[in-house]
């Protein structure tokens, strides 16, 4: 079992900023894949970012890639999505997820945070 709970969310305008933080308790933090997912209304959750048990492997969803950015601290037990360069489309329910195989599919991840809001406004 992996509780997961992440924070960092919120409003920012367009061009900003934020840093999204999830913690992880439970089953052994550096045996997780980490990703993270967002839902915005009326749409499906779709991927985001991955990063692998080490942290050397790393996979974002060409909406992200080089705005994005993923990475873990194995002796904190978080993992991190930066998030630069914001746009109004980014707005949506960000969820952190761990799972078993470095990939884009949400099915492949078996625990789920709460999600922590961002907004991001024009």
């Known amino acids: 079992q992996v509780e997961l709970v992440e924070s960092g969310g919120g409003l920012v305008q367009a061009g900003g900023s934020l840093r999204l933080s999830c913690p992880a308790s439970g089953r052994t933090f550096s045996r997780n894949v980490m990703g993270w997912f967002r839902q915005a209304p009326g749409k499906e959750r779709e991927f985001v970012a991955a990063i692998s048990r080490s942290g050397g492997s790393t996979l974002y969803a060409d909406s992200v890639k080089g705005r994005f950015t993923i990475f873990r601290d194995n002796v904190k037990n978080t993992v991190y999505l930066q998030m630069n360069s914001l746009k109004p489309e980014d707005t949506a329910v960000y969820y952190c997820?761990?799972?078993?195989?470095?990939?884009?599919?949400?099915?492949?991840?078996?625990?789920w945070g709460q999600g922590t809001q961002v907004t991001v406004s024009s």
């Open positions: 997820a761990a799972g078993d195989i470095l990939v884009g599919v949400a099915t492949r991840y078996s625990y």
